[in-house]
Nanobody, 123 residues
């Protein structure tokens, strides 16, 4: 049974940085695209970033230039480096494993999800 476990969330001031990690256990994720999504209270889950099996990346316009997704297949882990954080980045952040190898932005392309990690950015 493959599991995804996010970590690295927390409380940070606006302008600060956090690095989220998503560790997969039970099976390698090297052949899968991986994604990060977030959901703020009262809002729908939204795509943030994805990385293909060959490490091509894709970002939502709202985070482009501030967030960086990366992967370390040897550690079976995906990362999301978040810089220049804003209060509107406050949300629960989820990582997910795609059914495919590419950089999908639709949550329908993802079949395995982590439990989420809270990120709170204070103004």
């Amino acid at each position: 049974q493959v599991q995804l476990v996010e970590s690295g969330g927390g409380l940070v001031q606006a302008g600060g940085s956090l690095r989220l990690s998503c560790a997969a256990s039970g099976r390698t994720i090297s052949s899968n695209g991986m994604g990060w999504f977030r959901q703020a209270p009262g809002k729908e889950r939204e795509f943030i970033a994805s990385i293909s099996s060959s490490s091509t990346t894709r970002y939502a316009d709202s985070v482009k230039g501030r967030f960086t997704i990366s992967r370390d297949n040897a550690k079976n882990t995906v990362y999301l480096q978040m810089n220049s954080l804003k209060p509107e980045d406050t949300a629960v952040y989820y990582c997910a494993r795609s059914y495919y190898i590419g950089t999908d932005s639709s949550d329908k392309s993802y079949g395995l999800w982590g439990q989420g990690t809270q990120v709170t950015v204070s103004s």
